[in-house]
C-alpha cells in the first residue's frame, strides 16, 4: 500500500498563492518508472488535472493552468509540492494528490491517491 498525505492552509485570500505539499511515508518518490501528479475537484464540478512530476524531476502542467502552477519536490523529504498563484475563488476545491502508474509509458493510470484537502478561495 502506498499512502499519500497532503497537508497545508484550508483557506486562501484572493490573489495570494495556494501552497500544498503531498507526503509519501516510507515510500520514494524517485522510484523508477512512477510520477506524482496534482488533481482538483471544485464543488459540484469534475475532476482536473493540473500537473505532474517524474521520478526525474521533469515537469508537465496542464495548458489552462501552466501559467500560474509550479509543483517542485524535496527528494530528501519524499515530498512534493504544488504552488497555485493569483488565486481566484474559482479555484476552491478539493486538492488531492496521486501517483501515475504509467506516465513513462502511458496511457495515465492514477493508482494511488490521497484523501484529499479542501482549500476555500475567499476574502
Known amino acids: 500500500q502506498v499512502r499519500l498525505q497532503e497537508s497545508g492552509p484550508g483557506l486562501v485570500k484572493p490573489s495570494q498563492t495556494l501552497s500544498l505539499t503531498c507526503t509519501v511515508p516510507?515510500?520514494?518518490?524517485?522510484?523508477?518508472?512512477?510520477?506524482w501528479s496534482w488533481i482538483r475537484q471544485p464543488p459540484g464540478k469534475g475532476l482536473e488535472w493540473m500537473g505532474i512530476i517524474g521520478y526525474d524531476g521533469r515537469t508537465y502542467y496542464s495548458p489552462s493552468l501552466k501559467s500560474r502552477t509550479s509543483i517542485s519536490r524535496d527528494t530528501s523529504k519524499n515530498q512534493f509540492s504544488l504552488q497555485l498563484t493569483s488565486v481566484t475563488p474559482e479555484d476552491t476545491a478539493v486538492y488531492y494528490c496521486?501517483?501515475?502508474?504509467?506516465?513513462?509509458?502511458?496511457?495515465?493510470?492514477?493508482?494511488?491517491w490521497g484523501k484529499g484537502t479542501l482549500v476555500t478561495v475567499s476574502s
Open positions: 516510507g515510500g520514494s518518490i524517485t522510484t523508477n518508472y512512477y510520477a
Open positions: 496521486a501517483r501515475d502508474a504509467r506516465w513513462y509509458t502511458g496511457p495515465y493510470e492514477y493508482d494511488y
